[in-house]
């Protein structure tokens, strides 16, 4: 399993060892002397970061899990900014907004997701968490896990170069 994070300071993952039995914690360095980066600044970062390799295999997904009940990236508004809580960002819903850190998360009958973004001195942090609720999503989640971490990988150096 991979690496837990303390989300204690998050008031809505407070417990997220207890909620969240999967979770991915990455981080990668952002270069010396780079600006710190609020919630807005992390989602901009965020929403531009996904590589047109990863942009067709979740168009792929959308088109796959459609038919199993899965929820489906909306199509993409025009104009997303200012952020705000409860805002729609493809397949994820904007659910805290803090100082230096975004959470985004969707809930489906097969599993729950987040996704923290967050800033430290001269690093990014990314970190997904799942819950699922039965067999379709621990199969989906099996499926997808290979995806996830290349695409977090590939996503976050992009994110990296955008916040440096």
Known sequence: MPAQHDFSAIP???????RYPWQDCCSIALPP???????AGLLHAFSTAMPPWARAL???????????????????????????????????????LGEHV???GEDDRHLDFRVVL???PERLEVST????????????LAGVTP???????????????ALG
Do not use: C
Request: charged share 15%; hydrophobic share 50%.
């Open 147 to 161: 995806f996830h971490h290349a695409i977090v990988a590939a996503s976050m150096r992009r994110m990296a170069g």
């Open 58 to 96: 979740m168009s792929l997904r959308d088109r796959l899990v459609s038919p199993l009940g899965l929820k489906t990236a909306p199509p993409a508004p025009s104009s997303v900014e200012p952020y705000h809580v409860g805002q729609q960002l493809g397949v994820f819903r904007v659910l805290h």
């Open 129 to 140: 968490l799942v819950r699922t609720h039965n067999l379709l999503g621990r199969t989906y």
């Open 33 to 39: 002397g780079a600006p710190a980066a609020d919630a």
């Open 12 to 18: 809505l993952l407070a417990d997220a060892a207890s």
């Open 118 to 120: 967050q800033w430290r």
């Open 102 to 104: 975004a959470v985004l």
